[in-house]
């Protein structure tokens, strides 16, 4: 799997957009983009993923650039319980042969 | 759907104790994942298992460390003897390629091992 590299930490406002940045340089054609999230002392929880075309589902958009380099996840109205750790992962889609290999994420920090 | 159920939540032991946590996945899923994480290595992926068959389990740290799936409803990974550096939150996931596949990981709640 291709690795990735984001920002260790990242604080927003609540009510703001937040926009988080994740590069994957090595990315291959059949890789997809994923983001998971952990709130404190829970198990990661799925945000969204994609492959070429931007997504968006009811907790967030994924923005893929033309060459698929880099992302980013963008949470439209950050509220309090959106302060975790995001973590950006590359791996072939599919169900899981294709295990999850988690990096050190970007811990996010939604202030009042 | 009751999700990933693990037990026991939380277990404080002595270091030479047997450890056992278990793992009950979602109904349907043939994939079953046990992580672990720590504040050093953040999460760990220790072995996988497919249709109840060892997959994968390069990330086992040492033969301490053994997980079984006796049937597709039920997994343990076992620690004998347990030692202070084991300490950690070790978390179950599973997940299907059967049906509409997102290739989502569903997540317990995670084991607090504490190994005094």
């Known amino acids: 799997d291709a690795k990735t590299t984001q920002p260790p930490s990242m604080d927003c406002a609540e009510g703001r957009a937040a926009n988080l940045p994740c590069n994957h340089s090595t990315i291959s054609g059949n890789e997809y983009v994923y983001w998971y999230r952990q709130i404190h002392s829970q198990g990661p929880q799925y945000i969204i993923h994609?492959?070429?075309n931007n997504e968006t589902n009811e907790m967030a958009s994924l923005i893929i650039t033309e060459d698929r380099k880099s992302s980013t996840l963008i949470l439209p109205h950050a509220t309090l319980r959106d302060t975790a750790v995001y973590y950006c992962i590359v791996r072939v889609g599919g169900a899981a042969g294709n295990k999850l290999t988690f990096g050190g994420g970007t811990r996010v920090l939604v202030k009042p | 759907d009751a999700g990933v159920i693990q037990s026991p939540r939380h277990e404080v032991t002595e270091m030479g104790q047997e450890v056992t946590l278990r793992c009950k996945p979602i109904s349907g899923h043939d994939y079953l994942f046990w992580y672990r994480q720590t504040m050093m290595r953040g999460l760990e992926l220790l072995i996988y298992?497919?249709?109840?068959?060892?997959?994968?389990d390069s990330g086992m740290p040492e033969d301490r460390f053994s997980a079984k799936m006796p049937n597709a409803s039920f997994s343990t990974l076992k620690i004998q003897p347990s030692e202070p550096r084991d300490s950690a939150v070790y978390f179950c996931?599973?997940?299907?390629?059967?049906?509409?596949?997102?290739?989502?990981?569903?997540f317990g709640e995670g084991s607090r091992l504490t190994v005094l």
């Open positions: 994609g492959l070429k």
């Open positions: 298992f497919n249709n109840n068959v060892p997959i994968d």
């Open positions: 996931a599973s997940s299907t390629d059967r049906g509409e596949n997102t290739g989502e990981l569903f």
